[in-house]
């Protein structure tokens, strides 16, 4: 799966995480990267700032999109 590729590369820059944004105390989140539907994937890049993806959902793609 996606998750396995990613965490057994070797580009240790990027760590997906999943979100429950149903979860108490997460509410917020969905708000502040403007989440409207699921599955939604954003890039928080060091100086803060995000980018939500929306090119094809496979590891290739997604990992090339991560690394820009």
Do not use: H, Q
């Not at 944004?21 to 997460?26: I, Q, S, Y």
């Amino acid at each position: 799966d996606w998750s396995s590729d990613v965490c057994s590369s070797d580009l240790k820059m990027v760590r997906p995480i999943g979100v429950n944004l149903d979860k108490p105390g997460n509410e917020g989140l969905a708000k502040a990267f403007n989440v409207t539907g699921v599955p939604t994937v954003v890039k928080v890049k060091p100086d803060g700032s995000s980018e939500t993806y929306s090119g094809d959902r496979t590891a290739v793609a997604m990992m090339a999109w991560a690394m820009a």
